[in-house]
Each structure stands twice: as structure tokens, then as C-alpha cells.
């Protein structure tokens, strides 16, 4: 199994609150994604980062911020948490470049409500 | 961007069964995986696919890129295949950007 972990693994908080969510793997690939599962669709993409301080946006990227300081860690930041935003979140990591196989493999998931 | 449909949404089976879900897209595409995702949430690598075929034990897929589809075939179910089935997929123009369908819901009963 790839070694990605997230935490915390659940968490309640209230609109309007600031929350982090983090994502580290050990091994040392390049390419990390933040997704999201609501009930009854697959996942959608966030943000997804490229390298060390390399990020971008994905699908559903608003209301969302992402940091990634060191290859090992990527840090998902609801600024101001809304109802709208519980979810389930997964983050991926992939080893190659734009050629070649990315297949991605993904994290254990966070289950965030925001009441 | 890509579309990915999957079908059917959802699929009872009697234990032992042999089934097939099917995974369309709209577009030319780098990457194409196949994933289960369990009772427990856990999201599990099944087959990374692009074109061509691939066995894993009692599963096989088979992606025919010039076509634009993906089979994957579950034989003699069991009931911890039970779970939902994921297609995604990446775009020529949109590498490393998963495009999921929404999956195939299955059940298997003993």
C-alpha cells in the first residue's frame, strides 16, 4: 500500500470556523491532489500540487487553499468552513511527470462535517 | 472537459455470478483507472489502463481508446467485492486532473 496518511480522519466544526486538513506520504512522490466525495458522486478535484510550493486549481477549487511547503506534506485550508463544504475528502499522490505512467493512489479520506 | 459515464448505477448479483461494468468517455484520455471503493470508504487501485487488457485474479479489464470505453469484468463474485466501482479518467489537455464517473453500486448476496 502507498504510504499516504491524512488527519485528522474525522472532524465537526462550525461555519465560519478556519480548518486544516493534511495529507503526508513517504513516498516521495512528486504530484499530490485534494478531492472531495459528496453522496452519490465520484470525486471531484480541488487543488492539486506539481512540486514543492507548485499548486494549482482544480474543478472545485473555491472557498479552498492549499500549501505545500515540503514534498511529503500538502495542506488543504477551508479559510471560513460552510455547510456546503461537508464532505469527505481524499488526497492522491502520483509519481511521474507529464509523460509516462501517473496512475494515482489515494489517502484513507477525512470526513468533515460543518454544522 | 471530459465526460465519463458509467453504467449501470447499480448491480445486484447472487454469489458467483460473473458481471460487467462498462465506463464510456467523451474524449481521448492519458490515463484511465479503475477503482473499488469499499464498505469502509477506502478507495482501492484496481487496474491503471489506458488501452489494452489486464487480469488481476477473478478481475480482468480491457480499455479500447480508439473506441472510448472501458469493461471491467468481476468473475465468480464474492460478496467482498461488494462495494462501488469507480472509473477515471485524464484528458490529453488535462493530465493528472482525475475526471471520476459517478460508479456502479454492487451487491453481492450470499
Known amino acids: 500500500d502507498a504510504g499516504i496518511t491524512q488527519s485528522p480522519r474525522h472532524k465537526v466544526t462550525e461555519t465560519g470556523t478556519p480548518v486544516t486538513l493534511r495529507c503526508h506520504q513517504t513516498?516521495?512522490?512528486?504530484?499530490m491532489y485534494w478531492y472531495r466525495q459528496d453522496p452519490g458522486h465520484g470525486l471531484r478535484l480541488i487543488h492539486y500540487?506539481?512540486?514543492?510550493?507548485?499548486?494549482d486549481k482544480g474543478e472545485v477549487s473555491d472557498g479552498y487553499s492549499v500549501s505545500r511547503s515540503k514534498t511529503e506534506d500538502f495542506l488543504l485550508t477551508l479559510e471560513s468552513a460552510t455547510s456546503s463544504q461537508t464532505s469527505v475528502y481524499f488526497c492522491?499522490?502520483?509519481?511521474?511527470?507529464?509523460?509516462?505512467?501517473?496512475?494515482?493512489?489515494f489517502g484513507p479520506g477525512t470526513r468533515l462535517t460543518v454544522l | 472537459g471530459i465526460q465519463v459515464e458509467q453504467s449501470p448505477p447499480d448491480l445486484i448479483l447472487q454469489e458467483g455470478a460473473n458481471s460487467t461494468l462498462r465506463c464510456n468517455f467523451s474524449?481521448?484520455?492519458?490515463?484511465l483507472q479503475w477503482f473499488h471503493q469499499n464498505p469502509w470508504g477506502q478507495l482501492i487501485n484496481l487496474f491503471y489502463?489506458?488501452?489494452g487488457t489486464k487480469q488481476n485474479g477473478r478481475l480482468s479489464a480491457t480499455t479500447v481508446a480508439t473506441e472510448r470505453y472501458s469493461l471491467l469484468y468481476i468473475s465468480s463474485s464474492q460478496t467482498t467485492d461488494s462495494g462501488v466501482y469507480f472509473c477515471?479518467?485524464?484528458?490529453?489537455?488535462?493530465?493528472?486532473?482525475?475526471?471520476f464517473g459517478a460508479g456502479t453500486q454492487v451487491v453481492v448476496t450470499p
Open positions: 492522491a499522490i502520483s509519481e511521474s511527470g507529464t509523460s509516462g505512467n501517473n496512475e494515482q493512489f
Open positions: 513516498e516521495n512522490h512528486r504530484y
Open positions: 500540487s506539481y512540486g514543492v510550493k507548485d499548486t
Open positions: 474524449d481521448s484520455v492519458n490515463n
Open positions: 489502463i489506458p488501452s
Open positions: 477515471a479518467v485524464d484528458g490529453t489537455d488535462s493530465w493528472g486532473k482525475l475526471q
